[in-house]
């Protein structure tokens, strides 16, 4: 069993080496935190190209020392103006793929330069290099950059400019092949001379815009220039004598707080880590918190979001109560897209940041906006068509958004950094990984490295399956089919189960950081 990475001072997580190393060479060049996040944040986009990119969005928990408070940011995009129901009339839902599907703005770029302008104390130009430099030079080819390139060929393969950069030649590039992106690398350098409003207002944005338009896309330079993110209060909840704190809605993060809600009145600690009563537990919780969220969950400035209740101590006993622990429940629900990184960094001045970044799909909608270089997300392809839908889709207005990245803290100050790839999965993998670092004392690698599961619904199949890794004992599976649950034993480090990552701070500032074997990153300390 790999041990937890160690850092007197600092730590960096994230889904690529890479990317961590860049965070950590900000550190030791004299950034803070926020600086290190912005440029790990900046290189995922280039060197995890297929989970994230300057084209998606983003959402951020912070911590800074010198304020003692915990603070969100949203980053995430609204549709566009003429993303309307009438302009899918006939249709019976959005398209997945295409330039129909990228009809919300890109709040990534946004979602820096917000973050650097309230805490980080280097230039955008600073923190942009390592990802300026790998785009240029090229990197590596990653192991899962090949395999979801591989799987996804004949459809890159039919898509303009897409399939020049993610297919050279023709071909899927090898395991450890250098892969290069001028074109991204000229948009950054634009970027980090320039700043966001070269994106949003300037000639990226122009770039941008032509090509949508020349393509039959929704998109206009309103839009863009419109475009802002939001600080907002973060939701707290509590467990087990721990803050712990989510990005509000249009993110689902409450669902990971009205599981922890309902676990806290059960025993764990006195369950067998691993046990099917364990699982069952934790799958059900969720399942009734999903039914809540599906219910719910939209852009808050559309509809009213009753978070007072679904959050409630009412609540979570009510939730809790209905719980057969022999027996699982029926719960349906829609699949969403799990293409997307998470990572985190704290600093040794006490600042901590825990951030999560996505196209939606692998590769997002497919489209790379001209010559660009910027594949552009598909995120608001999850709108719905039908009008009495809460997330009914409207011009102006944020999706139901599966981001959520997380902090625990003790004695107001962040103790865990937490969060995961997985759409679906991020609220399961999370409850996890918290239940057993708080409940059975593990440390954030082994928390990671343990078997994992994930229940729900994906893309083309009817029923809600409950997956776990096949280092999941026999026997327990076994018990967790006769409770009901319709289990499929998928591979070892499979990943389905998500890429979590964790950074555990100790009350003298060391820290200890895990990352996902299932992925390919590192956690980098010193």
Excluded at 8 to 29: K, Q, W, Y
Excluded at 107 to 117: R, S, T, Y
Excluded at 351 to 363: A, D, R, T
């Amino acid at each position: 069993m790999n041990r937890s990475a160690i850092g007197a001072n600092t730590m960096v997580v994230s889904p690529h080496r890479l990317a961590s190393e860049a965070g950590d060479l900000i550190l030791s060049r004299g950034g803070n935190a926020f600086d290190s996040a912005v440029a790990v944040s900046a290189c995922l986009a280039v060197v995890y190209p297929h989970m994230t990119g300057l084209g998606g969005d983003c959402f951020w928990l912070t911590y800074a020392a010198g304020e003692g408070r915990v603070r969100s940011y949203n980053g995430s995009g609204r549709s566009g103006r003429l993303a309307t129901r009438e302009a899918f009339a006939g249709e019976e839902a959005i398209p997945r793929r295409g330039v129909r599907s990228a009809i919300t703005v890109p709040g990534m770029v946004d979602g820096w330069a917000a973050v650097l302008e309230a805490y980080g104390r280097m230039t955008l130009a600073d923190v942009l290099e390592p990802a300026i430099g790998y785009a240029r030079d090229g990197f590596p080819m990653s192991k899962h950059q090949h395999g979801d390139t591989a799987s996804r060929a004949e459809w890159l393969a039919g898509l303009p400019l897409t399939r020049d950069v993610y297919l050279p030649g023709g071909q899927v590039p090898a395991i450890g092949s250098r892969f290069v992106q001028e074109r991204l690398a000229d948009s950054l350098k634009a970027i980090a001379e320039g700043g966001r409003d070269v994106f949003y207002k300037g000639d990226l944005a122009h770039r941008i815009v032509a090509y949508l338009e020349e393509n039959g896309g929704l998109l206009t330079m309103e839009d863009l220039a419109l475009h802002s993110g939001q600080w907002v209060e973060p939701l707290r909840g509590a467990y087990r004598g721990y803050d712990i704190y989510q990005v509000p809605p249009n993110s689902q993060g409450f669902v990971g707080l009205m599981a922890l809600n309902i676990l806290e009145r059960f025993d764990i600690a006195g369950m067998a880590e691993g046990s099917a009563d364990y699982y069952h537990l934790l799958v059900e919780a969720l399942k009734l918190s999903f039914r809540d969220r599906d219910a719910v969950l939209t852009d808050p400035d559309f509809a009213s979001i009753p978070l007072d209740r679904l959050l409630s101590e009412a609540h979570a006993s009510k939730l809790a109560g209905v719980i057969d622990t022999g027996r699982a429940s029926l719960v349906g629900t829609r699949p969403v897209g799990h293409d997307t990184a998470y990572a985190a960094v704290a600093d040794g001045e006490g600042n901590s940041v825990s951030f999560i970044q996505s196209l939606y799909f692998e590769f997002g909608s497919g489209v790379t906006a001209g010559d660009t270089g910027i594949l552009l997300q598909n995120r608001g392809s999850f709108f719905s068509l039908d009008p009495t839908h809460v997330n009914t889709l409207e011009p102006n207005k944020r999706t139901f958004h599966t981001l959520m990245p997380a902090m625990a803290c003790k004695a107001g100050k962040p103790a865990i950094l937490y969060g995961t790839q997985g759409g679906e999965g991020q609220p399961q993998t999370q409850t996890a990984m918290l239940t057993r670092m708080i409940d059975y004392g593990m440390d954030p690698q082994r928390a990671i490295d343990e078997p994992r599961f994930v229940w729900g619904r994906t893309w083309g199949e009817d029923t809600q399956e409950l997956k776990l890794e096949n280092r999941v004992k026999a026997e327990v599976a076994k018990k967790l089919s006769l409770k009901g649950h319709s289990v499929r034993v998928v591979e070892a480090f499979d990943s389905v189960v998500g890429h979590a990552h964790a950074i555990a701070i100790a009350e003298d500032g060391t820290k200890q950081g895990g990352a996902d074997p299932r992925s390919d990153g590192a956690a980098v300390g010193r």
